[in-house]
């Protein structure tokens, strides 16, 4: 058993869980919705690089050029046509209707592409690591740089959020909606905005999950409740508290699947039961929860 | 002449009619008040003037244009601000921040930072504080200073001295002229009359949705207004 | 001034009577298949009923408490692993476990209400669903030769109660079924129910008034886990074979829940039992047909959920209100009777 190896990789996952949350956090915070299709977004993305790879034969780090601006456009369209009238209402058609679109979006992708797992083949670069420590410590080159990515999409999407102009006008959403309509903020394409920046940040996730491991049409809800633990972890309204609530969760299942590979999903779960009895309001929360 | 004029209006919201019949008129670079008591429907004539409630008949002329059919950010690039009731600054952003969305609207014109912080210089200190940790008079000053800040040819402001000392209410009652020198006109809506009255032209006092009186206010007695605001021993 | 001579306050109007009989032939008739030899129509039965006793808590839930789960499988499943450890484990006979099972589940619902009530609104969806992740996981993991751990068990029947298996359960289900309805309406007519609504519509408001709002949502929570976990005994009783990753599937369990509410009408006592009447007609239509694959009877389902979601709020049930306002099975609002005139308690 190597726990410092264990915690290595928890760190690297973590990455990427937090990369899974951001999109919830943003949408959370500036619009109150919570999407329950959200994981499913992330797969259908994976399943649509998959599909540009096998029918173009280029390399999935492409497909993201081409994954990435179709799902800012299914963001705003979703926005439009779906999440707009269900913003503000009572929160259980919100909830009914984000399932329902999950159900739906599972099922077409396992109408589409079967139930066969899937994978999008990164070549000799997923193989090439660093050796520390003695050997002791293997660091995968492809799980270290998706790491550095997702570090760097918090830090450009905090920026974006704190100094920019429509990131004043997204905290100002948040915190009051009817004011910041009288000041001349237009909610609706703020809100088109947010959810572009939520599904965009989601499809990359699951577009690097996929270079690592298989996915398929049924994974949507596990990263679903990954993304919900990041968040909650770490305390809503944060994005560096969600960054290292990925990170306890993602070395919470390592060191789970050290023990026992079946109890890998349990202790994450577990440590989020604990933080939400211990400290509901997560890790780096200022706020109760309401 | 004229800058805004309110002809017959009715308003509520949903099923619920708050306004009946109202007509108002206020000139250019002038400051009037509406009076009247709790639910007399004062911040609703504000609200519909801003734009955020159903008219449900009735005209408002803004500078000669009906602007009856336009979104509240509309309004607000002709230059009509709201300074809401209970103050409703964004509590996350920072007072600098704060002024920032309050000129989202890019609208030109003698208000920035600089100027808002010279008239409140309570808030120049405070710049980086976040606006939930100010204290009520701050917070009031900074409701009006974001409402500057989009460069305003009318001002609305909805109970201003709601909750706040007597003492931070006159400093801000003080302020107030330096906002009419820019030009700005001031619609006060106010439950506590003798600030609003003596800062204005010409008053208006409301009771349950309708116009129960008016006049200039060295006009009105109090007895009148007594009456008028309280809606008793009223011949009719 | 019209001076009030003759005034009177009821729930009941007549055609709440006649509602009322009509569901109460379809019960005789359930009855009569119960006693009877086609076991076809007699699993048919146990399904609707055990889904109709599933979508009414989810209904008290979310509709009435304004508590939006989506974990209501955890119960489905610790209703069928507790009606294990009791029959196959201390050896009880397996109908009278079917109570005694649900007790047990109402007592774990505790704790883990404790938990998810650490959340709000949508969290609290996705919080009930981790709980019930958890659950499985737990399950899944529990080597046990009682709970056969991930490959699941069997529910052992002795050989004199093998025969009549099907008609006693179908009894039991049909019983379980009336009085989850029943109760969810005599709740709501009790102070409790007016408590319960007042906090949904305004908890502030409530809470101004002495309502103890946690306290309310929490029994409500704890009631729908044991009713829940009740009809989940009885249909594992008809279907014997239990494993966890189908036990606390949310795919078969609360999604389909979900989708009767909504269709039926969230927040009525009429609508989840409309809706699991109109889902099983469907299901039952669509399985007979090679066009519907599973896939494409899901992806249908969750684009009606989405469409009613979003532009019929009241379901099936709101939309016959509105044709018919005077339409109602189970009467929650008092009537005013002012001589021939009827006031409601919105003062329509």
């Not at chain 1, 420590?133 to 760097?152: E, K, N, Q, T």
């Not at chain 1, 968040?231 to 309204?237: K, R, Y």
């Not at chain 1, 699947?257 to 890790?283: C, N, S, T, Y």
């Amino acid at each position: 058993m190597n726990w410092f190896n264990a915690i290595i990789q928890g760190v690297l996952v973590g990455g990427l869980y937090a990369m899974y949350a951001t999109g919830l956090s943003v949408s959370f915070g500036v619009m109150r919705l919570v999407n329950l299709a959200h994981g499913d977004l992330a797969v259908g993305s994976a399943f649509i690089a998959s599909t540009f790879c096998l029918a173009t034969g280029l390399s999935p780090f492409l497909a993201i050029f081409v994954v990435l601006p179709l799902s800012a456009l299914v963001g705003i369209g979703l926005q439009v046509a779906v999440f707009n009238r269900v913003v503000g209402v009572d929160p259980s058609y919100q909830i009914v209707a984000t399932f329902g679109l999950s159900i739906a979006i599972q099922n077409v992708l396992l109408q589409q592409y079967a139930a066969n797992p899937r994978a999008l083949n990164i070549g000799e670069f997923g193989n090439r690591s660093l050796k520390l420590v003695g050997d002791d410590v293997v660091i995968g080159l492809f799980p270290l740089s998706r790491f550095v990515v997702a570090v760097l999409v918090l830090v450009l999407l905090s920026l974006f959020i704190g100094r920019t102009r429509i990131g004043r006008a997204f905290r100002a959403t948040s915190d009051d909606p009817d004011i910041a309509r009288l000041m001349g903020v237009n909610i609706r394409s703020i809100y088109a905005v947010a959810f572009a920046i939520a599904v965009t940040t989601v499809a990359l996730a699951g577009i690097f999950n996929g270079m690592q491991t298989q996915f398929s049409a049924a994974d949507g809800p596990a990263l679903l409740i990954y993304a919900f633990e990041s968040v909650i972890i770490g305390g809503l309204g944060s994005l560096w508290g969600t960054l290292c609530g990925g990170i306890i969760l993602g070395i919470a299942q390592t060191i789970g699947a050290e023990i026992d590979p079946g109890w890998k999903q349990l202790i994450g779960h577990l440590v989020f039961l604990i933080v939400l009895l211990v400290r509901p309001m997560g890790i780096f929360g200022k706020d109760e929860l309401r | 002449m004229s800058l805004l004029e309110v002809r017959n209006l009715s308003a509520g919201y949903g099923q619920f009619q708050a306004l009946f019949d109202i007509s108002l008129n206020l000139n250019e670079g002038a400051a009037i008040a509406v009076i009247g008591a709790n639910g007399a429907g004062k911040s609703t004539l504000l609200k519909s003037i801003a734009g955020v409630v159903d008219v449900i008949f009735g005209e408002i002329i803004f500078d000669g244009e009906s602007i009856v059919n336009l979104q509240p950010h509309e309004r607000l690039n002709r230059g009509i601000a709201l300074v809401p009731e209970g103050r409703r600054i964004f509590r996350s952003l920072t007072v600098d921040e704060n002024l920032s969305i309050g000129a989202y609207s890019r609208r030109q014109g003698v208000w920035n930072r600089e100027l808002v912080y010279e008239v409140f210089p309570m808030l120049a200190k405070l710049t980086d504080r976040r606006a939930d940790n100010l204290s009520g008079g701050e917070q009031q000053a900074l409701a009006i200073g974001r409402a500057l800040m989009s460069n305003p040819r009318l001002l609305l402001l909805d109970e201003v001295s709601l909750g706040l000392a007597p003492i931070v209410v006159k400093k801000l009652y003080e302020i107030l002229p330096r906002i009419r020198a820019t030009g700005c006109s001031l619609i006060y809506v106010e439950q506590d009359t003798n600030q609003a009255l003596s800062a204005s032209e010409y008053a208006y006092c409301l009771l349950e949705g309708q116009v129960s009186l008016e006049g200039k206010p060295s006009d009105l007695s109090r007895e009148q207004i007594a009456s008028a605001y309280f809606g008793i021993g009223v011949n009719k | 001034m019209t001076s009030i001579q003759e005034f009177s306050v009821s729930r009941t109007t007549v055609t709440s009577r006649i509602c009322q009989s009509v569901l109460l032939i379809c019960v005789f008739w359930m009855l009569f298949i119960a006693s009877g030899d086609n076991k076809a129509s007699q699993g048919k039965i146990i399904d609707l009923c055990v889904f109709i006793v599933l979508a009414s808590m989810w209904n008290l839930l979310t509709g009435f408490s304004g508590l939006i789960s989506i974990g209501q499988q955890a119960f489905v499943g610790l209703g069928a692993y507790s009606l294990i450890v009791l029959a196959n484990g201390v050896g009880i006979n397996i109908y009278l476990a079917v109570i005694p099972s649900a007790i047990i589940v109402a007592i774990i619902s505790i704790p883990l209400g404790l938990v998810a009530f650490r959340l709000r609104g949508g969290y609290f969806a996705i919080g009930t669903w981790v709980i019930a992740e958890v659950v499985r996981l737990i399950v899944k993991n529990n080597q046990s030769s009682v709970i056969g751990a991930g490959t699941g068990t069997s529910l052992e029947v002795p050989e004199s109660l093998k025969s009549g298996r099907y008609q006693v359960t179908t009894f039991i289900a049909i019983a379980v079924a009336v009085v989850s309805v029943v109760f969810v309406y005599l709740f709501l007519r009790s102070r409790f129910g007016l408590a319960l609504q007042s906090v949904r519509d305004n908890e502030t408001g409530a809470r101004s008034l002495g309502v103890d709002s946690y306290r309310v949502r929490f029994v409500v929570y704890i009631v729908a886990s044991f009713f829940t976990s009740l009809a989940a005994a009885t249909y594992y009783i008809k279907g014997l074979s239990v494993q966890p990753d189908a036990a606390f599937n949310i795919g078969s369990w609360t999604a389909p829940i979900i989708v009767m509410v909504v269709i039926g009408g969230i927040g009525t006592i009429e609508g989840p039992i409309i809706g699991a009447v109109l889902y099983y007609l469907v299901r039952d239509f669509v399985s007979k047909n090679e066009f519907f694959s599973d896939p494409t009877f899901l992806i249908l389902t969750g684009v009606v959920a989405l469409i009613f979601a979003l532009f019929v709020k009241g379901g099936i049930w709101g939309l016959l209100l509105k044709k018919f306002p005077k339409l109602t099975i189970f009467p929650v609002k008092r009537r005013l009777h002012i001589q021939n005139f009827e006031f409601d308690q919105r003062g329509n």
